[in-house]
């Protein structure tokens, strides 16, 4: 065996050392168990398995007729008896959100309604205990230390997610690298699961296809890249420094495509801005392009707003709406004081023609005398003081109006009544003359009017256009401002293309530099591939783990490069083995927990097949005491005679009868 398990490439040859500090595996599963009902009591365990570390089969053998093979004869006895719905169900056990594609489900709930899946795992040495129902409402949960029939009893239930804490703890706290690069998303522990787990669906076709749309695991959906990164970080191919420098790499790249964008754009923008100013301004200015442009243009403002500000004192100094408002004010004041003597002097004319109506009927011996000597005595006062109008010579102020009362029997009739004439006459000739100074006022108050609205039309017009004179000289001064703006950033983005062209070479070359220090492990690794690969496929041929940029390739070579489906397969298997074994060797943070679902292609040679059995077998023989492993293999291809029995051999299953199958009915 010493001779089988060496590492290539070292001399002497030595066997396989597993890592002192690393005992026991990160993460393994003690026991399975499926129950009708989460009961004490054997009546309600549908099936019950043991798991040990190292090497666990779970075999299915086909049962052959024993008269022979003949056409339409049961051929799938080993094929329907529960080896994929055993891995289903320890995958739903750690932590998979499902255990079985929709139609299965559905026929498991029909004949197990209040059925439970329950396992004891390990978890960094420290066990736990966790159950998760068939039905959907029931709550999952987990139990510190091991034991099915204590977390059926009056164990302290924890919530479920207890326990996928610990697990994602322990598996990725040593991870050189938790957060993906693109995203800065953390690696979670159902990210890596998957990859432990493969799906048998998936035919073991590609190292990177964990999951098959198929199987329905509503595992989360991962890219290539993401992949490729979570491989290398188990690996520990990749540190965090790396992704660190990669998502600045990532950040240069995008802001050099940005200033690459934005540098003609804005040299657009400022060549625009620059015509719209030329546009406002009535002349062809400099291209922005130039350190002219920007004085150039300044010191046209500068001499357009001397302009506007002449004008601007020109249009105050001219300005007489003030004065002509004063006018107009005064005009009014006139033309309300005419209005009002007009108005005195007619009142006072038809008071005393009605005086001298009476007094004329006198003289004339109207019968009517008598009623007119019982009127009141006619008014003898205006609205003139007495004083101004004795001033103004007014005739009505030199006598009082007749009374006719004091007078009736003092004065002849015919005398009153020439006098009284005589004061209706100046009244009259009064009255004319106040119609003619209220003409004149409302002709002067017309023409200051006029005048005002005239003066007022033509400041605002004058001062509209000011004020259009000053918004284009604003609109102009921002559009400079902006070109100017557009103009420095677009150099500015030019500046920063040429710099980030150097950034972005000097991010490779860190990122070349922190390669480097992954190559040996790299290195390592395909030293470790190339060992299983050849222990797999014979001495003869050479593997290797290429690496391009970020991702890995695996590669077979015998007399030039081979690929075929068989050989696809054997070389994902290698791959996983290779991480099982680096791992066991304290290389990488792969957590020691691998499950294989039938991987058998039926063009695989069966000795190479079985050699998977035997290389498994030779792990555990490196150890002294228990492996630090836990493989767990289901098939249906017989395994190899000596390993056909304890403690190898875990469960074995027929698809005939129903109680030989693993959940022991038909589905």
Same mark, same amino acid.
């Given at each position: 065996?010493?001779?089988?398990?060496?590492?290539?490439?070292?001399?002497?040859?030595?066997?396989?050392?597993?890592?002192?500090?690393?005992?026991?595996?990160?993460?393994?599963?003690?026991?399975?168990?499926?129950?009708?009902?989460?009961?004490?009591?054997?009546?309600?365990?549908?099936?019950?398995?043991?798991?040990?570390?190292?090497?666990?089969?779970?075999?299915?053998?086909?049962?052959?007729?024993?008269?022979?093979?003949?056409?339409?004869?049961?051929?799938?006895?080993?094929?329907?008896?529960?080896?994929?719905?055993?891995?289903?169900?320890?995958?739903?056990?750690?932590?998979?959100?499902?255990?079985?594609?929709?139609?299965?489900?559905?026929?498991?709930?029909?004949?197990?309604?209040?059925?439970?899946?329950?396992?004891?795992?390990?978890?960094?040495?420290?066990?736990?205990?966790?159950?998760?129902?068939?039905?959907?409402?029931?709550?999952?949960?987990?139990?510190?230390?091991?034991?099915?029939?204590?977390?059926?009893?009056?164990?302290?239930?924890?919530?479920?997610?207890?326990?996928?804490?610990?697990?994602?703890?322990?598996?990725?706290?040593?991870?050189?690298?938790?957060?993906?690069?693109?995203?800065?998303?953390?690696?979670?522990?159902?990210?890596?699961?998957?990859?432990?787990?493969?799906?048998?669906?998936?035919?073991?076709?590609?190292?990177?296809?964990?999951?098959?749309?198929?199987?329905?695991?509503?595992?989360?959906?991962?890219?290539?890249?993401?992949?490729?990164?979570?491989?290398?970080?188990?690996?520990?191919?990749?540190?965090?420094?790396?992704?660190?420098?990669?998502?600045?790499?990532?950040?240069?790249?995008?802001?050099?495509?940005?200033?690459?964008?934005?540098?003609?754009?804005?040299?657009?923008?400022?060549?625009?801005?620059?015509?719209?100013?030329?546009?406002?301004?009535?002349?062809?200015?400099?291209?922005?392009?130039?350190e002219l442009f920007g004085s150039e243009a300044r010191d046209l403002l500068e001499q357009r707003k001397a302009e506007l500000d002449?004008?601007?004192?020109? #249009?105050? &100094?001219?300005?007489?709406?003030? =004065?002509? /408002?004063? *006018?107009?004010?005064?005009?009014?004041?006139? $033309? %309300?004081?005419?209005?009002?003597?007009?108005?005195?002097?007619?009142?006072?004319?038809?008071?005393?023609?009605?005086?001298?109506?009476?007094?004329?009927?006198?003289?004339?011996?109207?019968?009517?005398?008598g009623l007119v000597a019982a009127l009141p005595s006619g008014r003898d006062y205006c609205n003139v003081p007495m004083k101004l109008?004795?001033?103004?010579?007014?005739?009505?102020?030199?006598?009082?109006?007749?009374?006719?009362?004091?007078?009736?029997?003092?004065?002849?009739?015919?005398?009153?009544?020439?006098?009284?004439?005589?004061?209706?006459?100046?009244?009259?000739?009064?009255?004319?003359?106040?119609?003619?100074?209220?003409?004149?006022?409302?002709?002067?108050?017309?023409?200051?009017?006029?005048? #005002?609205? &005239?003066?007022?039309?033509?400041? =605002?017009? /004058?001062? *509209?256009?000011?004020?259009?004179?000053?918004? $284009? %000289?604003?609109?102009?001064?921002?559009?400079?401002?902006?070109?100017?703006?557009?103009?420095?950033?677009?150099?500015?983005?030019?500046?920063?293309?040429?710099?980030?062209?150097?950034?972005?070479?000097?991010?490779?070359?860190?990122?070349?530099?922190?390669?480097?220090?992954?190559?040996?492990?790299?290195?390592?690794?395909?030293?470790?591939?190339?060992?299983?690969?050849?222990?797999?496929?014979?001495?003869?041929?050479?593997?290797?783990?290429?690496?391009?940029?970020?991702?890995?390739?695996?590669?077979?070579?015998?007399?030039?490069?081979?690929?075929?489906?068989?050989?696809?397969?054997?070389?994902?298997?290698?791959?996983?083995?290779?991480?099982?074994?680096?791992?066991?060797?304290?290389?990488?943070?792969?957590?020691?927990?691998?499950?294989?679902?039938?991987?058998?292609?039926?063009?695989?040679?069966?000795?190479?097949?079985?050699?998977?059995?035997?290389?498994?077998?030779?792990?555990?023989?490196?150890?002294?005491?228990?492996?630090?492993?836990?493989?767990?293999?289901?098939?249906?291809?017989?395994?190899?005679?000596?390993?056909?029995?304890?403690?190898?051999?875990?469960?074995?299953?027929?698809?005939?009868?129903?109680?030989?199958?693993?959940?022991?009915?038909?589905?």
């Amino acid at each position: 065996m010493n001779d089988q398990f060496r590492l290539p490439g070292l001399d002497p040859p030595r066997q396989i050392q597993p890592a002192v500090d690393r005992p026991e595996p990160v993460l393994w599963v003690r026991r399975l168990a499926v129950l009708r009902e989460l009961e004490p009591g054997i009546e309600h365990v549908v099936r019950d398995v043991e798991l040990n570390r190292g090497l666990n089969i779970v075999w299915a053998p086909p049962q052959p007729s024993a008269e022979g093979n003949a056409l339409f004869r049961s051929g799938v006895s080993g094929h329907t008896a529960g080896k994929t719905t055993f891995c289903r169900l320890l995958r739903y056990a750690l932590g998979e959100r499902t255990f079985a594609a929709e139609p299965i489900r559905s026929r498991i709930r029909q004949h197990f309604p209040a059925g439970w899946v329950l396992a004891e795992v390990a978890v960094a040495g420290a066990p736990w205990t966790v159950a998760r129902p068939f039905a959907i409402g029931a709550h999952p949960f987990c139990v510190q230390g091991f034991g099915i029939d204590a977390a059926l009893g009056d164990g302290e239930r924890l919530d479920y997610q207890a326990f996928q804490g610990a697990a994602a703890q322990a598996v990725l706290s040593q991870l050189p690298a938790r957060r993906f690069p693109a995203t800065d998303d953390p690696i979670r522990w159902e990210h890596l699961l998957p990859w432990l787990t493969r799906d048998q669906e998936c035919r073991f076709s590609d190292f990177l296809e964990w999951r098959h749309s198929s199987s329905q695991s509503e595992a989360p959906a991962l890219t290539a890249e993401d992949r490729q990164f979570v491989v290398r970080a188990v690996l520990g191919l990749i540190s965090d420094e790396e992704r660190q420098e990669q998502q600045t790499n990532a950040r240069l790249v995008t802001t050099k495509k940005e200033a690459a964008r934005r540098e003609p754009l804005l040299a657009h923008q400022a060549e625009v801005d620059r015509q719209r100013v030329g546009r406002l301004l009535g002349v062809d200015l400099t291209v922005a392009a130039t350190e002219l442009f920007g004085s150039e243009a300044r010191d046209l403002l500068e001499q357009r707003k001397a302009e506007l500000d002449a004008d601007v004192a020109r #249009l105050a &100094s001219s300005d007489q709406r003030a =004065e002509l /408002q004063q *006018a107009v004010e005064r005009a009014l004041e006139v $033309e %309300l004081n005419a209005r009002r003597d007009l108005r005195d002097a007619e009142g006072r004319l038809a008071a005393e023609k009605g005086a001298l109506d009476l007094l004329e009927a006198t003289v004339r011996g109207n019968s009517q005398v008598g009623l007119v000597a019982a009127l009141p005595s006619g008014r003898d006062y205006c609205n003139v003081p007495m004083k101004l109008a004795r001033e103004q010579q007014c005739p009505l102020a030199i006598g009082r109006p007749a009374d006719f009362g004091e007078q009736r029997g003092e004065r002849a009739a015919a005398d009153e009544a020439a006098r009284q004439r005589q004061l209706v006459s100046a009244l009259s000739a009064r009255v004319d003359e106040a119609q003619r100074g209220l003409a004149a006022a409302q002709s002067a108050t017309a023409d200051t009017r006029r005048a #005002l609205l &005239s003066a007022s039309t033509t400041y =605002e017009e /004058q001062r *509209a256009k000011i004020l259009g004179r000053s918004a $284009e %000289l604003t609109q102009a001064e921002r559009l400079v401002e902006n070109a100017e703006a557009a103009w420095e950033e677009s150099l500015q983005h030019a500046a920063v293309t040429k710099q980030i062209d150097a950034d972005i070479e000097a991010s490779y070359a860190r990122q070349e530099q922190l390669r480097a220090r992954s190559r040996q492990a790299l290195a390592r690794f395909s030293r470790t591939f190339d060992y299983v690969a050849r222990a797999l496929l014979g001495d003869e041929l050479h593997g290797s783990v290429d690496t391009s940029g970020r991702a890995l390739t695996l590669v077979i070579d015998y007399l030039g490069e081979r690929d075929s489906a068989a050989l696809a397969t054997l070389k994902l298997l290698a791959f996983d083995l290779a991480a099982l074994t680096s791992s066991i060797e304290g290389a990488g943070s792969f957590p020691c927990l691998l499950v294989h679902d039938g991987p058998r292609e039926a063009d695989m040679a069966p000795e190479i097949y079985e050699r998977l059995f035997l290389y498994a077998r030779g792990l555990e023989q490196c150890f002294a005491g228990e492996p630090s492993f836990q493989y767990i293999l289901t098939t249906t291809t017989r395994p190899p005679a000596e390993l056909l029995r304890e403690p190898w051999l875990r469960l074995e299953l027929a698809g005939t009868p129903a109680d030989h199958r693993l959940l022991r009915v038909d589905l």
